[in-house]
């Protein structure tokens, strides 16, 4: 196939790149933690036109056995490319391209991660690159450290990663498609923000050492950058749940959902209401019934109370002014709020 | 190999539940959960769907290549579609070869889609015996709330009915084709937990049902595929009750994937 873009120019005179960067300006990154449910910890990132989706498992058993460390819990990422996410078909299944990138992945994370605080165990961390373009191990990488804290994993810090290179003799930030394919060098980079240790280095192509040092320079600045977008995405998700039990788990989805989420989860609460109060009845018009019968026949205002709970607090809720039940009962508004509160709150 | 554990406690209760006609999200038993599809949702494939079935969560890409056809059908396209049980989708699920359960759904799929004659291959024909469209269809499971079954199935037709057949890769003066889909089955799978039938199930009771079936119909409720699975068993009038179902709800969930 004739190549369309060897003869492109991937950077103008004024330093304006294909896309319309500037040589030091980052693709748009978006990240979301706890997109998955039943991942332990899970994040969706979009970088540029990458599309990258992290679940993370564990700290769970190691299968096979033989991988076990008796001192401390390994760490396993698979960094998988989905067959439709790039332009000519991937076979799927790992390659050794894939494979190595989950090897280097999988050590960056371990170096984070407090591994010591659970022995034999291991946390996987599967990486699934939805669409690429570009720059997906870093990608990847970013995303599976937010995965892991939503996960709840110990570590040290979030990992933000970034792919500089070389196109034209010029050095620039995250490389995009056209200039990872025709520029002259690439250099994937990880850095720890809080310790500046770097866990991540790779480089193919061609520099000279300053052109190098400016490259790495380059790379740290914008990992901070990357870094900030990462623990918004965590306080995103995780600032909500301070709020009482109920709201947090609507608001962590975007505005739209969490409206249609909170509808449907009205109904389905309906429901169970519903549900349960069918069970009741019919468990209690047995029980009730039989007590009623071999015990004194009792006004049926005594088994009410726990009979049919909900209509009870509705109907104190309407005389809300007298809250001391003049039975001297515990106060029914005071069991209402806790049973709610449990019920609704004890999502995760 | 994780083994699925579930409770007896939790599997009396499903099935107790059940008995009475209830399911434990309250749903009723014929109810299928809310159903979201977002179409053409990746840039990198020639078709793409994303569908949430309940909290089921997966994603499909439609890639077309050119490639050389099979040696008895010379001037046909060639279409082929894979599913898997990926590791991402359930802690129970694990990477490498797939199993026969990955398999199982692979194929059924494969039949609900490709049997039923969906896409006319005979367009997909660039020069005969040398050269065809290869359409790809894969489906790859992100999260497993149950009934994989059917979220693949849908996931694949909207998928599909937004493929374009990328004419101008070969030819830059010819437009990419919207590939176009000749009928469209759409599936329904439905369990026995004891003696009671109930559609779309959820992922407990995926993992305590006795008997699961899988009913795809097209446009004029004609069935196109069946696959029948686990060690249970449904009554004629059980099968039928399915199909039934199969032809109203699919009915409703089509014009949702392909339009």
Request: aromatic fraction near 4%; include cysteine.
């Amino acid at each position: 196939m004739s190549d369309p873009y060897t003869d492109i120019q991937l950077i103008d005179k004024k330093g304006k790149r294909l896309d319309g960067r500037k040589v030091d300006e980052l693709r748009p990154i978006t990240i979301e933690a706890g997109v998955l449910d039943r991942a332990d910890g899970s994040c969706f990132l979009e970088w540029g036109d990458n599309k990258v989706i992290v679940g993370v498992y564990g700290p769970r058993e190691v299968h096979p056995r033989h991988m076990q460390n008796p001192l401390r819990g390994i760490v396993r990422a698979r960094y998988n490319m989905t067959p439709f996410s790039v332009s000519e078909r991937k076979r799927p299944g790992p390659d050794r391209r894939s494979t190595e990138i989950s090897k280097l992945i999988s050590e960056a994370l371990e170096n984070v991660v407090l591994t010591d605080r659970f022995p034999r165990t291991t946390v996987d961390v599967f990486i699934e690159v939805l669409e690429a373009s570009a720059g997906t191990r870093c990608a990847g990488l970013t995303a599976a450290s937010v995965a892991l804290a939503d996960a709840g994993i110990p570590m040290k810090d979030l990992v933000p990663s970034v792919a500089s290179g070389k196109i034209g003799d010029k050095v620039v930030l995250d490389l995009g498609k056209e200039e990872d394919n025709f520029g002259e060098a690439d250099v994937p980079f990880a850095m720890v923000p809080r310790t500046g240790e770097v866990v991540l280095l790779q480089m193919d192509g061609h520099l000279t050492q300053e052109e190098f040092s400016e490259i790495l320079e380059m790379n740290r600045k914008a990992s901070m950058e990357i870094y900030e977008i990462q623990k918004a995405a965590l306080v995103k998700r995780y600032s909500s749940f301070t709020e009482e039990g109920e709201t947090s788990e609507e608001s962590e989805e975007p505005p739209k959902k969490a409206k249609e989420a909170k509808e449907a989860k009205e109904v389905k609460e309906v429901k169970e209401v519903k549900e349960v109060k069918e069970v009741k009845e019919t468990l209690e018009t047995k029980e009730v019934k039989e007590a009623l019968e071999t015990k004194e026949a009792k006004a049926p205002e005594e088994p009410a109370p726990h009979k049919d709970q909900k209509a009870d607090i509705q109907a104190h809720e309407v005389d809300a002014g007298e809250v001391k039940k003049p039975d001297g009962k515990p106060a029914p508004e005071e069991i209402k709020s806790g049973d709610t509160g449990t019920e609704e709150g004890g999502g995760k | 190999m994780p083994v699925n554990i579930v409770s007896y406690i939790k599997k009396d209760y499903i099935r107790s539940m059940a008995e009475k006609g209830i399911r434990l999200d309250g749903r009723g038993m014929d109810e299928m959960r809310e159903l979201t599809v977002e179409k053409d949702y990746l840039g990198s494939a020639e078709g793409s769907a994303r569908i949430k079935l309940g909290k089921t969560d997966v994603v499909v890409g439609v890639k077309i290549d050119p490639g050389t056809p099979f040696s008895d059908r010379p001037n046909l396209g060639v279409l082929i579609s894979t599913a898997e049980l990926t590791a991402i989708s359930s802690p129970l699920h694990e990477s490498g070869p797939p199993r026969p359960p990955a398999i199982e759904l692979a194929r059924v799929t494969d039949r609900s889609i490709r049997e039923s004659q969906t896409i006319d291959l005979a367009p997909l024909c660039i020069e005969e015996g040398e050269k065809v469209w290869m359409i790809f269809i894969d489906i790859h499971p992100l999260d497993y709330h149950g009934n994989l079954f059917d979220a693949c199935q849908y996931g694949a037709m909207a998928a599909l009915s937004t493929a374009k057949v990328p004419w101008s890769k070969l030819d830059e003066k010819r437009k990419d084709e919207p590939l176009g889909t000749h009928t469209a089955p759409v599936s329904l799978t439905a369990v026995k937990i004891g003696s009671k039938v109930m559609i779309d199930p959820s992922l407990d009771e995926d993992e305590v049902a006795d008997a699961r079936i899988t009913v795809s119909t097209d446009e004029n409720g004609d069935i196109r595929a069946m696959q029948k699975g686990l060690n249970g068993s449904f009554t004629i009038d059980e099968v039928k009750y399915v199909v039934k179902l199969s032809e109203e709800l699919g009915s409703k969930v089509r014009p949702k994937l392909m339009d």
